[in-house]
């Protein structure tokens, strides 16, 4: 069966189930208020595509291409990006809320998190190598045996980050986010 190419359309207010979903190559298009919750969009690439005000909570992303997406103001919670193709794989987060995501193993090298809630996401073993974590909430996300390096993590919060288990060289934090980075300790810091 052939893949369908769709290129520069705006797509608004649509709610895509399992079936309605017309899979194929999405390039510089644009969703807006669109549900894609429990939708299945596996083998399917975006490029250059920018989703606003859309939910895309459970949605089935098994070898999905993400190439130079951006997704603002978007609900995105319980996806497993780690299922994601690899192949140029880059997101950018802007006021999103994406809680209980999995990023296990995945590239995510120079990538930016803005003003995004991240509670519960696993980072696990996944390259943050020059990422930007601006104003995130990371509550209880998990990172271990993750690569950090040059991450800046100076205007986030609530995270928890174990440098004994992750690669941390050249990291960025502010004297106000130290905190999560010996709370294993049991030390107060005043």
Known sequence: ?????????????????????????????????????NADVSNTRFIECEFYDCNLSSVNVFDTGFQDVL???????GVDFEKCSDFAFEIKLDNC???????????????????TKMEGVDFTESDLSATTFNNCDLLNATFFNT????????NSFNFNIDPENNNMKGAK???KTIEGLLSKYNIIIE
């Open 1 to 37: 069966m052939a893949q369908h190419f769709i290129d520069e359309e705006t797509f608004e207010n649509k709610t895509f189930s399992k079936y309605e979903f017309e899979k194929g190559d999405y390039e510089l298009c644009t969703f807006v208020n669109c549900n894609f919750s």
């Open 147 to 154: 690569n950090l390096e040059d991450a800046d993590f100076r």
């Open 173 to 175: 934090f502010s004297l």
């Open 97 to 115: 809320q994406l809680n209980y995501a999995s990023f296990y193993k995945k590239n995510l090298s120079k990538m930016m998190f803005i003003d």
């Open 71 to 77: 997704f603002k103001n978007c609900k995105i919670l």
